[in-house]
């Protein structure tokens, strides 16, 4: 079973009982070092004038993140601040009027506490104002402390209030005043000056009961005394602040690092995706260039079922692989009987069907028999000559080559 502990918290210094009872002051990483190792269940008290604690009436919701909605809406024009900027608990159970005891605090000094716990290693069970952990008064009585300059007023079991000295005739003469009081201070004097204030509607003071305690370590040790008691007062652990549960303890690092992992997967799938799309595209687009050039180099065949063994049919047509056919050895006759002469020049080619379509230009008509004549010494090629139109420039002559003996 998990021992209870108590843990005072003044924004700055820690207060704590040691094994002797002993109060000790330190910071709250001594705190934790003082309890390493032992499995604890720790309340921590924090000063009382941080935390106002108060009535909603709210509907009968069972859920309490809904009943803690309902009480942000509830409270939202009785209170200063602006209800994002604040913290809301409920403190307990709704009275017969239906009013909900409900605690607020501000946010940024709820995660100041917080993140001072967390930065101590210290898990702390549940949050309480300071005021709660003196003893639950009974009807018409009330539970008070008062140290130097400040008083702890418990007016109710989930009721209570704290604030300066000089701020409490105001503070409690607003109160309907209790038939008696018990008072823990460090001498009688003071006391009797906590209830010789004037007192709504003309009351009598309530009467004293006094408990003298020897300085001000003796009054902080006395509410940090009973920790089993602090477990039915206002936690201010709920929400958004609720403590984690052991699983969560002691995964959380080791949901960060599989969140990390987890976040460095995505990345790298998405990463591979964005590669293989873009390898997509460039192959697309190589495969769209391969047809373009394929078009280009074989105008005349029309359906491709496979590029590759095409593309190596239609070069071997234009080497002549196997005889004298093809592309090549038609250009070199073109080249060798025209290169002979200044008088013909080539000026386009185009190859289809085994033939190679000629479109020359002659310095004169001669030049047409100057290209007869230069094919008819060649056996292998034969030519004919479709046109041949005489101009001022010339004569333009359209001419095919092929395979076999001239014409």
Same mark, same amino acid.
């Given at each position: 079973?998990?021992?209870?502990?108590?843990?005072?918290?003044?924004?700055?210094?820690?207060? !704590?009982?040691?094994?002797?009872?002993?109060?000790?002051?330190?910071?709250?990483?001594?705190?934790?070092?003082?309890?390493?190792?032992?499995?604890?269940?720790?309340?921590?008290?924090?000063?009382?004038?941080?935390?106002?604690?108060?009535?909603?009436?709210?509907?009968?919701?069972?859920?309490?993140?809904?009943?803690?909605?309902?009480?942000?809406?509830?409270?939202?024009?009785?209170?200063?601040?602006?209800?994002?900027?604040?913290?809301?608990a409920?403190?307990?159970?709704?009275?017969?009027?239906?009013?909900?005891?409900?605690?607020?605090?501000?946010?940024?000094?709820?995660?100041?506490?917080?993140?001072?716990?967390?930065?101590?290693?210290?898990?702390?069970t549940?949050?309480?104002?300071?005021?709660?952990?003196?003893?639950?008064?009974?009807?018409?009585?009330?539970?008070?402390?008062?140290?130097?300059?400040?008083?702890?007023?418990?007016?109710?079991?989930?009721?209570?209030?704290?604030?300066?000295?000089?701020?409490?005739?105001i503070?409690?003469?607003?109160?309907?005043?209790?038939?008696?009081?018990t008072?823990?201070?460090?001498?009688?004097?003071?006391?009797?000056?906590?209830?010789?204030?004037?007192?709504?509607?003309?009351?009598?003071?309530?009467?004293?009961?006094?408990?003298?305690?020897?300085?001000?370590?003796?009054?902080?040790?006395?509410?940090?005394?009973?920790?089993?008691?602090?477990?039915?007062?206002?936690?201010?652990?709920?929400?958004?602040?609720?403590?984690?549960?052991?699983?969560?303890?002691? !995964?959380?690092?080791?949901?960060?690092?599989?969140?990390?992992?987890?976040? !460095?997967?995505?990345?790298?799938?998405?990463?591979?995706?964005?590669?293989? !799309?873009?390898?997509?595209?460039?192959?697309?687009?190589?495969?769209?260039?391969?047809?373009?050039?394929?078009?280009?180099?074989?105008?005349?065949?029309?359906?491709?079922?496979?590029?590759?063994?095409?593309?190596?049919q239609?070069i071997?047509?234009?080497?002549?692989?196997?005889?004298?056919?093809?592309?090549?050895?038609l250009?070199q006759?073109?080249?060798?009987?025209?290169?002979?002469?200044?008088?013909?020049?080539v000026?386009?080619?185009?190859?289809?069907?085994?033939?190679?379509?000629?479109?020359?230009?002659?310095?004169?008509?001669?030049?047409?028999?100057?290209?007869?004549?230069?094919?008819?010494?060649?056996?292998?090629?034969?030519?004919?000559?479709?046109?041949?139109?005489?101009?001022?420039?010339?004569?333009?002559?359209?001419?095919?080559?092929?395979?076999?003996?001239?014409?």
């Amino acid at each position: 079973m998990a021992q209870r502990l108590a843990v005072y918290f003044d924004g700055t210094q820690a207060a !704590w009982l040691d094994d002797e009872r002993q109060l000790t002051r330190g910071s709250l990483a001594e705190f934790a070092a003082a309890i390493e190792g032992e499995d604890a269940e720790i309340s921590v008290l924090i000063p009382g004038e941080d935390v106002l604690l108060t009535r909603a009436p709210l509907p009968p919701i069972r859920t309490a993140s809904r009943r803690l909605q309902a009480a942000r809406y509830a409270l939202e024009d009785r209170l200063a601040g602006r209800v994002e900027q604040l913290h809301f608990a409920l403190a307990g159970s709704a009275d017969r009027a239906g009013g909900t005891p409900v605690a607020v605090i501000d946010l940024d000094r709820m995660t100041t506490v917080c993140d001072a716990l967390d930065a101590a290693g210290i898990e702390a069970t549940r949050i309480l104002p300071d005021y709660m952990a003196l003893p639950a008064p009974g009807a018409d009585h009330w539970q008070l402390a008062a140290s130097g300059d400040r008083v702890l007023a418990r007016t109710e079991a989930t009721a209570g209030f704290a604030c300066d000295t000089d701020l409490w005739p105001i503070v409690a003469g607003a109160l309907d005043a209790p038939m008696a009081a018990t008072v823990y201070a460090i001498d009688a004097a003071e006391a009797q000056r906590l209830l010789a204030i004037d007192w709504a509607g003309d009351a009598e003071s309530p009467a004293l009961h006094l408990v003298v305690c020897a300085d001000a370590d003796a009054l902080v040790a006395m509410l940090l005394a009973e920790p089993e008691a602090l477990r039915g007062g206002a936690n201010l652990r709920q929400g958004a602040f609720a403590p984690r549960s052991q699983f969560q303890s002691q !995964w959380r690092p080791l949901m960060l690092t599989g969140a990390l992992a987890a976040a !460095w997967l995505v990345i790298a799938i998405v990463a591979r995706g964005i590669e293989t !799309w873009q390898l997509d595209q460039r192959v697309d687009a190589l495969h769209a260039q391969t047809l373009a050039a394929f078009h280009d180099a074989f105008p005349g065949v029309q359906n491709i079922n496979d590029l590759r063994v095409q593309a190596e049919q239609g070069i071997r047509q234009l080497r002549g692989k196997g005889g004298a056919g093809g592309l090549f050895p038609l250009v070199q006759a073109v080249a060798a009987v025209t290169g002979q002469t200044d008088d013909l020049q080539v000026q386009s080619m185009q190859y289809r069907n085994g033939k190679l379509n000629l479109s020359l230009n002659g310095k004169n008509v001669k030049s047409v028999e100057t290209l007869r004549a230069g094919f008819a010494q060649r056996d292998d090629i034969q030519l004919s000559v479709q046109g041949a139109d005489a101009s001022a420039s010339g004569v333009q002559i359209r001419a095919t080559v092929s395979p076999g003996a001239s014409q």
